[in-house]
Structure formats: C-alpha cells, structure tokens
C-alpha cells in the first residue's frame, strides 16, 4: 500500500547490509511475480516455465509496484580508526594486495547502486537528489562510534534531517499512486493443501531419480549435468565425497 520507502542503512564491506540484500531479492518476487498461482498449480515448477511461453504470460508480466518511490540514505565510518596514512589497513602485512586507488567507489554512496537501479529497473523511481551517504566515525574506535556517540556529529542530524525533508517533499509533490491491477492488500490467497501433496510426490519422485518427463530436472538428468538423486537431501556434497 506504500506509495514510498524509504531504505536507511550502513555500508559493511563495499555494499549493503545482508538483510537489505535478502529485502530486495524478495522485491524482486513482489514487483514481476505471477500474480495467477491457480494457472501454475501453486508452485510447480513445470507449469510455471510453461506460463513464461504462453501469450497469456505477456499481460500477466507487469511491474506490480511501478510508479513508487524508493529513496536512500547510507552512511560509514571510513574504516574507523583501522586505516594508516596511505589509506590502506595499518595491520595489513601484504600491503600489495590492498591499492586504495583502486578502491571499487570514489562516492561511497554507490555502495548501494544494485539496490537503487533494481528499483529502477523495476519501474520504482529512485530519484538521485534522494540517494545519499553521509560518513561519521573516521578515525574512531568502533567502541566509540556508537549510537550515544551521535550527539558529537551534528552535521549528521542536519544530513539526516536535509535528506528526509527532501523525501517528505518530493512524495507529498508527487501523490498518491494509483494501485496496481493484482493488490496483495485484501488478496486472500486460495489453499492449496492438494497442490502441495502433489509437489511433496514430485519431491519424492525426483530423489529416486524419476524426474518429471520432459521436464528441466529430467534434462539435466539425461544429460549427466547434476547429481541429484539422493534420498538423503540435507547432507552435505563434502559429507557424501568423504563417504564414497
């Protein structure tokens, strides 16, 4: 029902945190899904490749949450209190390995492009003037940089404050958007308890290397490209290989 969100966060290690990174991969599910599991059995796997072939699949195959608005705010200490003068890890011993040249980003903001131009990409608009980083904490021990710590960074309150006004603005200009064809809100989505009798089989089936005929897994099988029948699914490759 959002018609904006807004995404606050820490770069760790040159991108997003994982929980933003799992977020958006299940975005992805939200924005282009089927809307129409009735037509593939809930979730078999056969009839959904054979819904992505069909004419019926190019009306179904729309941006579910086009047209909102995605702004983001990320922030970083630098590498705190780790790094020496000529920019690389100070207890790094193979300095070579490490050229802070060529470091991935000279605006660390970009630290969050896949997120911003997945949004893009799904017809979200990610408005640039929208998309910041603000960096606190160089030079400080972790131990230091800690949220009772903010109250000696004024200039992040202010960043803060900038960035948010400037969402509030631009949303409250641009309106309510109109809600898509397929709302999840209000959507009760019907049971399957057969459909998932029929998958658990189709599991069961392929683990004694009966795949469905014709289908991706039975290709695969054929071909020699996997090594998926097994009636053990939880153990390990390495744990196998050991016992073989």
């Known amino acids: 029902?959002?018609?904006?969100?807004?995404?606050?966060?820490?770069?760790?290690?040159?991108?997003?945190?994982?929980?933003?990174?799992?977020?958006?991969?299940?975005?992805?599910?939200?924005?282009?899904?089927?809307?129409?599991?009735?037509?593939?059995?809930?979730?078999?796997?056969?009839?959904?490749?054979?819904?992505?072939?069909?004419?019926?699949?190019?009306?179904?195959?729309?941006?579910?949450?086009?047209?909102?608005?995605?702004?983001?705010?990320?922030?970083?200490?630098?590498?705190?209190?780790?790094?020496?003068?000529?920019?690389?890890?100070?207890?790094?011993?193979?300095?070579?390995?490490?050229?802070?040249?060529?470091?991935?980003f000279e605006d660390m903001r970009d630290a969050y492009a896949p997120l911003v131009w997945q949004c893009r990409y799904g017809g979200v608009e990610a408005p640039d003037h929208l998309w910041r980083y603000v960096e606190f904490g160089r030079g400080k021990k972790y131990s230091d940089n800690q949220a009772e710590d903010m109250t000696t960074e004024p200039d992040v309150f202010r960043s803060f404050d900038d960035w948010a006004n400037a969402f509030a603005a631009f949303v409250s200009k641009k309106g309510r958007v109109k809600p898509g064809q397929y709302r999840a809100y209000g959507y009760e989505a019907p049971g399957h308890k057969m459909a998932d009798v029929q998958l658990a089989w189709r599991g069961i089936r392929m683990r004694f290397g009966r795949p469905p005929e014709g289908s991706s897994p039975?290709?695969?099988?054929?071909?020699?490209?996997?090594?998926?029948?097994?009636?053990?699914?939880?153990?390990?490759?390495?744990?196998?290989?050991?016992?073989?």
């Open 1 to 104: 029902m959002a018609d904006a969100w807004a995404i606050i966060g820490p770069v760790n290690w040159y991108g997003p945190t994982s929980n933003l990174k799992l977020f958006f991969d299940r975005l992805v599910c939200m924005n282009g899904g089927n809307p129409r599991e009735d037509l593939i059995e809930h979730k078999n796997p056969e009839l959904a490749m054979k819904l992505e072939h069909s004419q019926e699949w190019k009306q179904l195959r729309i941006n579910h949450l086009e047209g909102r608005t995605a702004a983001f705010y990320c922030y970083g200490d630098g590498g705190g209190d780790e790094m020496d003068t000529s920019g690389r890890p100070e207890i790094l011993r193979h300095s070579e390995y490490f050229d802070p040249e060529k470091e991935p």
């Open 218 to 244: 039975a290709k695969q099988q054929d071909a020699g490209l996997n090594q998926d029948v097994t009636l053990s699914p939880k153990k390990g490759e390495g744990e196998k290989l050991r016992e073989e």
